[in-house]
DNA sequence: TATGAATGAGTATTCATTCAT
DNA sequence: TATGAATGAATACTCATTCAT
C-alpha cells in the first residue's frame, strides 16, 4: 500500500524554495507599500514574481484577496513584533524607541496608514472588515503595552487608546518627512519625546 | 488707459456663476479629495461638472494638471486659514483648537497626507515639486505661528517645524479613527491637550 | 453671427459613407446571427468595423447594450416586412409565401429564436425585457394578419397567436435541415402547406 | 473464458453510485442543456461534480469531447424513448401526445435544437458529424413511425420526414412560449391538433 | 484513478489623451 | 470656448489545456 503521505499534484520544482504562492505574497506586499493599491497591477505582481498573471489568480481569487492577505499577514507581523517589544522589561520609553525603529526600519518605504485607507475604495466590505481588524489589533497591542504602564504607575492613567493611535501617527509623519532632518535617528528621538511628554503629563482621568 | 471697472471680452452670462474653468477645479477637488487621485477619471470630474471631457482637456492640459492645481490651490487656503488664526491674539492653545475645528470640518472626507502622497508616484518630477512646495508652505505658516510662541515665551523653545508636523498628523489619526470616539469634539480636545502636554514640557534646546 | 446649425466636434470623414455607429450595428448585427452572442467578441465586431475597441464601446456602452441593440433594430426590421406583405391584398397564402421567403432570404445564416434565447443567461432583465417585447412585437404582427384572414372567414377560427408561433418554428426547422431538401423552394412549399393544412382544418373554437 | 458474473478490475465501493466518469458525464449534461455550450466551463463542470478539473481531463480529451458525448448519449435516450412509444399500440395521434408530454418533461430547461447548433461553431467537423447523425437518428425514428402510419393507412402518404421536423419544430416553439399559454397541456394540445391537421390533409404525393 | 500547479491566449471594459471643427 | 469622435495601452479576470506526480 502506497503512503498516505504522498502528495497528489504537481510538486514544487524546489522544494527548498518559497512556495509560488508565497513569493506572490511577498512581492505584492512590497509593491503595494511602495505605491498603493490602484497603482499596482496584477500583471506588476505577477512579472516581478516571475510567473504568468494566470497563476496569481490560481492563488488569489482576485486582487482583493490578494491585497487584504497581504496586508492582514503584514499587520500580524507588525501586531506580533509590538507584543514582542512590550514583553520585556526595559522602561516603556526605551521600549516605544526600540519599536519606533523597528517599525520605520521594516515599512521603509510605506505608509501603513496610507495603505490601509487607500484601499478603502476599491474593497468590498468583508474584505474592508478584515483589514480594520487587523489594523485595529495592531493598535490594542500598542495599547495594551501602553495600559500596562499606566496601571504599573511608570506614567500618570489617561486614554492608552488614544495614545497608541497618536503615537503611530507621529511615527508616519517622521518619515514622510525624513529628508527634512539630519537623520532617522534625529526624528525618532524628538518624536519619543515629543509624544513621552504628552504622555507623561495627562492628568488622571 | 481703459477704465478699469469696465470688463473686457464677452461678460459671463451670470457673474454670481463659477467660470467653467472654476467650476471644474471645485468638483475635481472634492473629487480627488473623495476618493483619491488615481480612483478618480477625467471622464468623472467631466461628468460630475457637466461638461465633455474635451472641454476638462481644453482648460487642464493633463489629469496631472487639474490635480496638481487642485491641490495646489487646497493648500493655498489651507495656508492662509493657518495665518488668519495666527494673527488672533488669543492663547496659543487656543489657536489651535480653532484650527483643528477649521481644519477637520473643511477637510471633512478626506486625507491631505493621503492626497499628496498618493500623487508622487503618478505625478512628473516638476508637479511632485509644485505639491510639496505647496504642502511646506502649509507646515510652515504652522511652524511660523508656533515659533511666535516660543519667542514670546508662551511655551518653551523646541523645534517648531516638527511640532507643526507633529500637529498635522495627529489631527488626521484622529479624524480617520473619528469612530472610535463620541464626537468630533472629544477628538480634537483630547488631541489637543495631548499635543499642548507634548509642547509644554519640551527642554529648552 | 455663426449659423447654429453647425455641428459641434470630430465630423464624420466621408459624410456619404454610413456613420461609423451604424457600421459597427450592422456588422455587429450579422456576426451576432451568424454564430451568437457568447462567440462573438467585442474585438471581433471592431476588426470587422474597422475601428478600435475603444471606438465600439464609445458608441455603445457594453457587449449588452450593442447586442440588445441589434435585435432589436433587427426585430424591428423583420415586423415592419411582416406588415408590408399583410397589408398587400393577396390571399392568406400568398402571403405566407411571400412572408417565408422573404424571412428565410432575410436571415440567412441565422436561426433568430438561437438568437433570442442563447442571450438569455448573458443579459441583464432590463436588456432581456427589450429583446422579449421586440420578438413580441414580431409574433404580434403575425397574429394580427392571421386574425384578419380568420375574421374575413379565409380560414376557421382558432388561436391565431399560436399559429403565428408554429408557423415562425416551422420555418426555421426548415432552413436548419436546408441539406435535406433540394431546394429552398421545396421546403417553403411544403412547410406551407403542412402548416396551410393545419390553419385550414382547425375546428372553430 | 472469464465467468461473465465475474467483475473484472477494483469494483466500486458503492456499486449504487454512479463512476466518476458517469458523474461528470451527467452533470456536464444537465449544465450544457441549461446554459448551452460556450457559457459552461471545464471548470463549472469539475465544480458541481465535486471533482477537479484535471480529473475531468482524465476521463475527457477536452471540452468538445464531454459535449460531444453528453449529447450524443442524450440523443440516443431521446431516440429510444420514440422507439418504445411507436412500438406500442395506440393510434398515431395518441402516440404523439405521449411523444410530446414525454419529450417536454424530459428536456424541461432546455432548447434541443438550440442545444445542437449552438455547439456547431465551436467543434470540429468530426464532433459536428457526430451530432448531426445521432440528431438524425432521432428524426429518423419519429420518421420511422409516422411512416409506418401512412403505410398503414391511417394517415396520407406525404413527406415522413420533414413531418418530423416539424413536429419536433413545434413542441420547442411550444415549450419556449410557456407563460402565453395557460398550462403545458393547452399548448400540447394544441400543437398536436394543428400538427394533425397538417399531417392528416396532405394530398398524398 | 485523480490531482495541484501552471500557463497562453483571450474577454469585457476603462482611461488619458488627441484631433478636427 | 467647447465638443463629438476616435484611439493605444492598460486592467481585472477567465478558460481550455498541459504537466508531473
Known amino acids: 500500500m502506497q503512503n498516505s503521505q504522498r502528495q497528489l499534484g504537481r510538486p514544487r520544482k524546489d522544494p527548498n524554495e518559497l512556495s509560488t504562492k508565497d513569493t506572490i505574497l511577498q512581492i505584492a506586499t512590497v509593491l503595494f507599500l511602495e505605491k498603493g493599491y490602484p497603482l499596482i497591477s496584477m500583471d506588476d505582481v505577477a512579472q516581478r514574481a516571475d510567473v504568468t498573471k494566470a497563476t496569481v489568480y490560481y492563488h488569489y481569487r482576485t486582487k482583493d484577496d490578494l491585497f487584504t492577505d497581504a ?74 503595552g501602553i495600559q500596562k504602564a499606566m496601571d504599573a504607575g511608570e506614567i500618570p492613567q489617561s486614554n492608552a487608546y488614544l495614545s497608541s493611535l497618536l503615537f503611530m501617527s507621529m511615527l ?20 519619543i519625546d515629543f509624544f513621552w511628554d504628552g504622555l507623561a503629563n495627562q492628568k488622571s482621568k
Chains 1, 2, 3, 4 share one sequence.
Open 71 to 144: 496586508v492582514v499577514k503584514l499587520m500580524e507581523r507588525i501586531t506580533g513584533g509590538i507584543e514582542k517589544i512590550f514583553a520585556n522589561d526595559m522602561p516603556l520609553k526605551e521600549k516605544l524607541h526600540t519599536l519606533a525603529y523597528a517599525h520605520l526600519r521594516a515599512t521603509a518605504n510605506m505608509d501603513v496608514n496610507l495603505f490601509m485607507k487607500e484601499a478603502r475604495h476599491s474593497l468590498s466590505e468583508e474584505h474592508e472588515k478584515q483589514l480594520k481588524d487587523s489594523e485595529d489589533q495592531m493598535y490594542r497591542a500598542l495599547e495594551k
Open 172 to 191: 508616519i509623519i517622521g518619515k514622510n518627512n525624513e529628508k527634512s532632518f539630519d537623520t532617522l535617528n534625529d526624528i525618532v528621538s524628538q518624536t
